[in-house]
């Protein structure tokens, strides 16, 4: 019992997969895709900051590697399903938040528990930090949906991932890091040669225009 606990938690994130239920070619765990946001986030934190934004490292970091721990305890749910509906996404929220809260006053020592319910509570939020967390994260999910859209994956669902994921990117349009994502990184993934190639591009370059006559 106790912090024991909370580290043995920590393999077992290796094996919760992401996007259950499908057939994928290559699978991702929880724990791969809170290093990988970690990383991303690092990058867009650095063009924020050489932009002249004041950049908060230990909470972003905080934000960037806790962020998905709660689904130690849920699992991972689709995200065309997590958010379906407000009241949807609300309630899986509410179940996580409670779960989270209760691992927390059960194996963290008590004179941690305001330093850990402050990391494990939701990042996302309109600070800068929460908000790069946001963008890393969707960055993440949309290149694990467009690695098996490369691959030739025949399930429409990783379509339907991309696109969910980059119109989420773009409500962030105005920061420094999602431009230099759509001038300088997404360009470079629409020239890698996949199958669907021309479908691709057109919903890239829709979901982009679409957001910038809003």
Same mark, same amino acid.
């Given at each position: 019992?106790? $912090?024991?606990?909370?580290?043995?938690?920590?393999?077992?994130?290796?094996?919760?997969?992401?996007?259950?239920?499908?057939?994928?070619?290559?699978?991702?765990?929880?724990?791969?895709?809170?290093?990988?946001?970690?990383?991303?986030?690092?990058?867009?934190?650095?063009?924020?900051?050489?932009?002249?934004?004041?950049?908060?490292?230990?909470?972003?970091?905080?934000?960037?590697?806790?962020?998905?721990?709660?689904?130690?305890?849920?699992?991972?749910?689709?995200?065309?399903?997590?958010?379906?509906?407000?009241?949807?996404?609300?309630?899986?929220?509410? $179940?996580?938040?409670?779960?989270?809260?209760?691992?927390?006053?059960?194996?963290?020592?008590?004179?941690?528990?305001?330093?850990?319910?402050?990391?494990?509570?939701?990042?996302?939020?309109?600070?800068?930090?929460?908000?790069?967390?946001?963008?890393?994260?969707?960055?993440?999910?949309?290149?694990?949906?467009?690695?098996?859209?490369?691959?030739?994956?025949?399930?429409?669902?990783?379509?339907?991932?991309?696109?969910?994921?980059?119109?989420?990117?773009?409500?962030?349009?105005?920061?420094?890091?999602?431009?230099?994502?759509?001038?300088?990184?997404?360009?470079?993934?629409?020239?890698?040669?996949?199958?669907?190639?021309?479908?691709? $591009?057109?919903?890239?370059?829709?979901?982009?225009?679409?957001?910038?006559?809003?």
């Amino acid at each position: 019992m106790g $912090v024991h606990e909370y580290f043995k938690s920590l393999a077992d994130l290796e094996n919760i997969y992401r996007c259950p239920g499908k057939f994928k070619y290559q699978l991702h765990s929880v724990a791969s895709h809170s290093f990988k946001v970690t990383k991303i986030a690092q990058f867009l934190g650095t063009v924020e900051e050489q932009s002249g934004q004041e950049v908060d490292w230990k909470t972003l970091y905080e934000k960037a590697l806790n962020h998905d721990y709660a689904e130690l305890f849920t699992g991972d749910i689709k995200t065309p399903v997590k958010y379906a509906s407000h009241e949807l996404k609300k309630l899986f929220s509410q $179940v996580e938040e409670e779960m989270t809260a209760k691992f927390i006053e059960r194996e963290i020592p008590t004179e941690y528990h305001e330093a850990f319910f402050r990391r494990f509570k939701e990042g996302k939020d309109e600070t800068l930090e929460g908000k790069i967390l946001s963008v890393a994260d969707k960055i993440d999910l949309l290149y694990e949906s467009f690695g098996e859209i490369q691959k030739g994956n025949p399930e429409p669902l990783f379509i339907e991932i991309y696109e969910e994921a980059l119109t989420t990117i773009m409500k962030f349009k105005e920061m420094e890091s999602v431009k230099f994502f759509t001038e300088s990184i997404l360009p470079d993934l629409m020239r890698e040669r996949f199958v669907e190639q021309s479908e691709m $591009v057109s919903i890239t370059k829709g979901i982009i225009q679409n957001s910038q006559e809003k």
